[in-house]
């Protein structure tokens, strides 16, 4: 079957292509638009997948929505009814959205495509598999697995906000769920409202500010037991009940009640992300981070004892959460783990497509024990020399081209030993919020300063922000605690004992900002303040150019790993098109551009001041 899975309308809108059950092609709509998390119809995302494919809308045999409108708006319209009068203001500004578009969602979608090219409204076949049913597909039918339990969390769908269940050769069935308004997701994005990041973006920074926090500290142990007294209530099986008194969410227009919270732990709401963050903030973004990790293991613990599975396979927002999957990994509940790359909303396109592929149609499913079907997440779009040749034109740029891989991946790994940060841009666009190799920008992970470099003159972000290393797959037991490969940057490990520097006994308690700038590592840019590291591990079979690059590098100073962080400036999503890749490369103070076979210096390059387009750099 033909068939085109659909994202929209929350955030990270995205579609994705799947035939005979084999994913063809996969993309954000942000790529397009420049808008990060955009939520609109992927009108550019579809176009894309059908043209990679050859095919029309009237060749599809089914456009698949990732979840159920109708049961979407039972949930509200009972939210509000029980929350009635409260919430009236929020009310008027859902309900008319909901009666005059989302309501009539089959006709919406019928128009959207009619943007796409002209095809017959009669025939096209649309369905609408449960959200959390799409997380759970997207997470089980690429795995490498026939059996495997399946764990899916995140903010809401209809009603669900995680859900148990067991996958076994192309059925899922579904075991457990838990219901909104308790839901994990929304409770660590009130926590990331809390701490003055943006809810549905600034979950990352959240998970990154948490290792400054000071673990076992009377401080951190304080803030857990308020969390847990006042605001969540934890059963053995991970199920939890949040005290409404102290969130917003479910009728008004923010996530939590910020004079409670106040209340409760003693500051108030960080309003602005330009305000300076406290050892107390830290402390508390430890304490909902262990919490979290504490639900999860009890949710995957659960999880076992419904299916008695060896295999777990993950999706979800908080599947995101690459520190709860470590330690799920490491506390050995199952022998395997596997989390679908794009876990959030972007990821239940193709996982819709892959429930109608297999539920609806019923198809036989094969899997060989070892290999995903994701093909490294490598499934958006490519352009070719042709089209890199024209954006130099267009600017004029100074490059050198580079006639085989070993002479193009020689002259960049030389050029990242000298101290240069470079910008990498090959091949298809990652699918999914993560660098992998063809949408990067790399550095040396050995230089002390590149964390800081990267994050104040590269990325114009926060500065305590960490960065992940790439690492040659062969190697990364050498490097980091991990006996197995991470393909996707979805694992957190420690940085092995052998490549740690000494620090002072009082390191732990340190000012934020004192632990940052203290020398802990000899891949000093790429491990946190607690020796932790969210490593991707690149195999020549998946990526073979960008690990022929780190086997370059790795000659020449006999280390395998590279600092990777995506290609993008803050606000803006990674880049998808060599203008896009060589405008970001201009407006930041990277040093090297790689695209294609085609090398550009920084400092080669003549003025572009009255050409390149404006950027602005918004807030995320």
């Not at 079957?1 to 799947?18: C, E, F, K, V």
């Not at 740690?500 to 491990?527: D, F, H, I, N, W």
């Not at 990674?574 to 085609?598: I, K, N, Q, W």
Request: with cysteine.
């Amino acid at each position: 079957m033909r068939i085109l899975g659909i994202s929209a309308y929350y955030h990270d809108s995205a579609a994705a292509l799947t035939i005979d059950g084999q994913i063809i092609a996969a993309v954000q709509e942000e790529r397009f638009t420049r808008s990060k998390h955009d939520d609109s119809f992927p009108i550019h995302a579809v176009r894309y997948c059908l043209e990679h494919a050859g095919l029309t809308i009237d060749q599809l045999d089914a456009v698949v929505f990732y979840d159920k409108p109708f049961i979407k708006f039972e949930r509200l319209i009972e939210t509000y009814y029980s929350y009635a009068p409260k919430g009236i203001i929020s009310f008027l500004k859902a309900m008319p959205v909901w009666m005059r578009e989302k309501l009539f969602l089959r006709n919406i979608i019928k128009d959207e495509l009619e943007e796409v090219m002209v095809y017959d409204r009669k025939k096209v076949k649309i369905l609408f598999p449960e959200h959390h049913l799409s997380h759970a597909a997207s997470a089980f039918y690429p795995s490498p697995y026939q059996d495997a339990a399946i764990l899916t969390v995140d903010g809401v769908g209809e009603w669900a906000t995680a859900s148990i269940s067991h996958g076994q050769g192309s059925d899922i069935t579904v075991l457990k769920e838990l219901h909104f308004p308790d839901s994990v997701g929304l409770l660590y994005s009130a926590f990331t409202y809390y701490m003055g990041f943006k809810v549905n973006s600034g979950e990352y920074k959240l998970m990154g500010l948490a290792p400054y926090g000071i673990d076992g500290s009377e401080r951190v142990e304080h803030f857990k037991k308020i969390i847990c007294e006042k605001l969540v209530k934890i059963s053995e099986d991970g199920s939890i009940r949040l005290d409404q008194q102290y969130f917003d969410y479910a009728v008004g227009l923010r996530m939590a009640r910020d004079a409670r919270w106040a209340d409760l732990f003693g500051f108030k709401r960080r309003r602005k992300e330009d305000e300076p963050l406290t050892q107390e903030h830290c402390d508390l973004a430890l304490a909902i981070q262990q919490i979290t990790e504490d639900i999860v293991l009890k949710m995957a613990a659960e999880a076992k004892r419904l299916t008695g599975s060896d295999n777990i396979c993950l999706a979800g927002g908080v599947a995101l959460n690459c520190v709860a999957n470590g330690k799920l990994l490491r506390q050995g509940t199952f022998k395997n783990i596997w989390i679908q790359p794009a876990a959030g909303d972007a990821g239940g396109a193709l996982g819709a497509a892959l429930a109608a592929e297999y539920i609806y149609a019923g198809t036989a499913r094969t899997t060989d024990g070892q290999h995903d079907g994701m093909q490294g997440a490598y499934l958006g779009p490519a352009y070719t020399d042709e089209n890199i040749q024209a954006v130099l034109s267009k600017y004029k740029a100074i490059s050198t081209h580079y006639l085989t891989t070993e002479s193009l991946c020689n002259a960049v790994a030389e050029l990242i030993e000298l101290g240069m940060v470079a910008g990498w841009y090959q091949g298809r666009a990652e699918f999914g919020p993560r660098a992998l190799g063809n949408r990067t920008i790399l550095a040396d992970p050995r230089n002390g300063e590149m964390q800081q470099k990267l994050n104040l003159k590269i990325k114009y972000r926060e500065g305590f922000r960490p960065f992940a290393p790439s690492v040659l797959a062969e190697d990364v037991a050498e490097y980091f605690d991990l006996d197995r490969e991470s393909p996707y940057m979805l694992l957190v490990a420690d940085v092995n004992s052998n490549i740690r520097k000494p620090v002072s006994p009082g390191y732990a308690g340190k000012p934020m900002m004192e632990r940052l700038y203290t020398e802990r590592s000899t891949l000093q840019s790429v491990t946190h303040v607690d020796f932790s590291a969210r490593v991707q591990t690149v195999s020549r079979e998946t990526n073979p150019l960008y690990h022929q690059l780190l086997s370059a590098f790795k000659a020449k100073t006999g280390c395998g790993v590279l600092v990777n962080t995506s290609f993008n400036v803050r606000g803006e999503p990674p880049v998808l098109t060599p203008e896009d890749a060589f405008v970001c490369f201009m407006h930041t103070e990277m040093d090297v551009l790689v695209l294609g076979s085609y090398v550009l210096l920084k400092s080669e390059q003549p003025d572009m001041s009255s050409t390149l387009p404006k950027k602005r750099f918004k807030l995320d």
